[in-house]
């Protein structure tokens, strides 16, 4: 039995996917593929602003919250998400982590890698999930490791865009039309309630990018785009 090519995105909190990457997750998964979101951390120190004002309130309770909130933003955009609770600020692999991530990577056998960008000087957390995400993707392609499953082959990874691309060195190689799925992505952004001061952030800057698009492509139809970098180097028979 065939089963739907599959695209993982790798969020260090749980809110990361919707911001960053929601376009591209309900995009594809309106394509009729499988869309799977690790969550590495809940985001419970340093990303639940909003929750933390909420009077009595507690880890406990702040992971509940964030939990829910990302629940019902992958079922709007169409997703599935696995959370790991492996911490946050700092966030730090466990070996544990480490073999579940590898094994995602073996079992799901993903056509296309979505993942944090290299840099980032306001959240160390960033980063990190960028590293445990290209550190498993190599264990996983490695015949020795003690897994079951065969090894991975190659599939490409994009690293979608920082809140502040100019601090983080980051420099789209590739802009993705989302204009078709845009709605969709609004609704998941306004679901994120402990984080609401960043909907309007995000919707002016995938307005920018859909400028940037048209402007790179001709395309007078796009009105709202996702930036992405590659990690490795595209292989093609025809340039394009």
């Given at each position: 039995?065939?089963?739907?090519?599959?695209?993982?995105?790798?969020?260090?909190?749980?809110?990361?996917?919707?911001?960053?990457?929601?376009?591209?997750?309900?995009?594809?998964?309106?394509?009729?593929?499988?869309?799977?979101?690790?969550?590495?951390?809940?985001?419970?120190?340093?990303?639940?602003?909003?929750?933390?004002?909420?009077?009595?309130?507690?880890?406990?309770?702040?992971?509940?919250?964030r939990?829910?909130?990302?629940?019902?933003?992958?079922?709007?955009?169409?997703?599935?998400?696995?959370?790991?609770?492996?911490?946050?600020?700092?966030?730090?692999?466990?070996?544990?982590?480490?073999?579940?991530?590898?094994?995602?990577?073996?079992?799901?056998?993903?056509?296309?890698?979505?993942?944090?960008?290299?840099?980032?000087?306001?959240?160390?957390?960033?980063?990190?999930?960028?590293?445990?995400?290209?550190?498993?993707?190599?264990?996983?392609?490695?015949?020795?490791?003690?897994?079951p499953?065969?090894p991975?082959g190659?599939?490409?990874?994009?690293?979608?865009?920082?809140?502040?691309?100019?601090?983080?060195?980051?420099?789209?190689?590739?802009?993705?039309?989302?204009?078709?799925?845009?709605?969709?992505?609004?609704?998941?952004?306004?679901?994120?309630?402990?984080?609401?001061?960043?909907?309007?952030?995000?919707?002016?800057?995938?307005?920018?990018?859909?400028?940037?698009?048209?402007?790179?492509?001709?395309?007078?139809?796009?009105?709202?785009?996702?930036a992405?970098?590659?990690?490795?180097?595209?292989?093609?028979?025809?340039?394009?």
């Amino acid at each position: 039995m065939s089963h739907p090519a599959t695209v993982l995105v790798f969020s260090a909190h749980a809110a990361d996917f919707v911001w960053r990457a929601g376009g591209a997750i309900a995009l594809y998964a309106s394509r009729g593929h499988r869309v799977r979101i690790l969550c590495l951390s809940y985001g419970e120190r340093g990303e639940s602003q909003g929750a933390w004002k909420e009077p009595e309130m507690t880890v406990a309770r702040v992971k509940e919250i964030r939990r829910t909130e990302s629940e019902r933003a992958a079922s709007l955009l169409g997703a599935e998400v696995r959370f790991f609770d492996a911490g946050d600020y700092p966030l730090r692999p466990s070996d544990d982590l480490v073999a579940a991530l590898v094994e995602e990577y073996r079992t799901c056998r993903p056509e296309i890698v979505l993942t944090h960008a290299y840099n980032d000087p306001y959240n160390p957390d960033h980063p990190a999930a960028n590293q445990i995400s290209l550190q498993t993707r190599v264990f996983a392609q490695a015949e020795g490791y003690p897994l079951p499953g065969p090894p991975l082959g190659a599939p490409p990874v994009f690293m979608f865009e920082p809140h502040q691309p100019e601090q983080c060195d980051f420099k789209p190689d590739v802009l993705l039309d989302v204009t078709p799925v845009w709605e969709r992505k609004r609704q998941a952004m306004d679901s994120m309630e402990a984080q609401r001061h960043l909907v309007d952030y995000y919707s002016d800057l995938s307005r920018r990018r859909g400028t940037q698009a048209v402007r790179n492509s001709g395309r007078k139809g796009i009105a709202h785009a996702e930036a992405y970098q590659r990690v490795f180097p595209q292989v093609t028979g025809e340039l394009a």
